[in-house]
């Protein structure tokens, strides 16, 4: 049932003529579905901006939450709802904020009885169900997009590029390496070998897993961008059991140094460059 002109008018007058109660009556039943899990003041802080947002639409004759007088109030919906996910609140909370206007109005209605009355309330129940639905699926969408950005965050905590020694760096890899990470290690390690001018690179794997066909062909892509920044890659932490599998499954990383761990890694690459370590200055000692 759409909200007409008129019955918009009658919330708004309902609403403005009992604000204090309404607000304090409102802001009660949500403090107990929310458990003190936020403070009162900003609670009805939050209810007074719904309030006031709700008389303006309906003293402007809202229809329904779509409607051009509408925009207000589903800006100030759009707000509680992105904050409430940010705050680690549950879309059902969320929602139950805005469907506990309905308690609120059933009893003021309740003493103000008329030939519309019951008419009036069905109105205002809908526009309050578009309201929560409004509130539900603007609060799944600010939940998605902050998922989406702690992904992102999680990837490049778990890829980071780390300075071994002048002009090495290295890319200790952990966990599975899927498209998507792989595409966040090829970025670091290009840019970092970028900022640092480090000739050579490794990659360590000994904290992958497995080491499939798939895996294989994103290490070596991002060999390759490396080699195409001018910069040679080691692959360390081939266990015994990934080297089983890559020579089963056929795999070729050609001309690319592979070492059974990182300090062997880095050994190779100090011998390339001609730094001379403890180890072989004692040896050359003797």
């Known amino acids: 049932m759409a909200l007409s002109a008129e019955q918009g008018g009658r919330l708004a007058h309902l609403l403005s003529q009992h604000a204090d109660r309404s607000i304090d009556r409102w ?18 802080r939050q209810v007074q901006e719904l309030h006031r ?20 109030l589903r800006a100030v919906l759009s707000e509680l709802s992105t904050n409430r996910a940010r705050q680690g609140f549950s879309a059902t909370e969320t ?5 506990a206007l309905k308690d609120v109005l059933l009893e003021l209605m309740e003493q103000e ?13 809908a526009l309050i169900d578009q309201m929560g639905l409004f509130t539900f699926e603007t609060f799944v969408r600010a939940r998605e997009s902050l998922i989406a950005d702690q992904a992102e965050q999680l990837l490049e905590l778990s890829t980071p590029v780390v300075k071994l020694w002048e002009g090495v760096v290295a890319v200790p890899l952990v966990g599975t390496l899927d498209s998507a990470r792989a595409q966040v290690v090829m970025e670091r390690l290009l840019q970092t070998l970028v900022d640092t001018s480090s000739p050579y690179a490794i ?3 000994t904290g992958v897993p497995a080491v499939d066909t ?5 290490i070596l892509k991002t060999v390759v961008a490396a080699r195409l920044m001018g910069a040679d890659c080691i692959i360390s932490g081939i266990r015994p059991q990934i ?18 761990s990182l300090a062997d890694a880095l050994r190779h690459v100090l011998r390339l460059t001609g ?12």
């Not at 009885?113 to 129940?125: E, K, N, P």
């Not at 080297?243 to 059974?260: H, N, P, R, Y």
Request: charged content about 25%; glycine content about 10%; aromatic content about 4%.
């Open 113 to 125: 009885r008329g030939d519309d009355t019951l008419r009036d309330f069905v109105a205002f129940s």
């Open 214 to 218: 798939q895996v294989a062909q994103h």
């Open 243 to 260: 080297a089983q599998t890559i020579v089963a499954l056929g795999i070729e990383f050609g001309d690319i140094a592979t070492k059974a």
């Open 27 to 44: 802001t009660e039943i949500v403090t107990g579905s929310l458990r003190g899990r936020l403070s009162r003041a900003e609670l009805a």
């Open 275 to 286: 730094v001379e370590t403890t180890a072989r200055r004692a040896r050359r000692e003797a």
């Open 53 to 72: 947002a709700l008389v303006e639409a309906g003293q402007q004759g809202v229809s329904d939450l779509a409607a051009e007088h509408g925009g207000e």
């Open 95 to 99: 929602a139950i904020s805005v469907f």
């Open 203 to 205: 990659i360590d794997i």
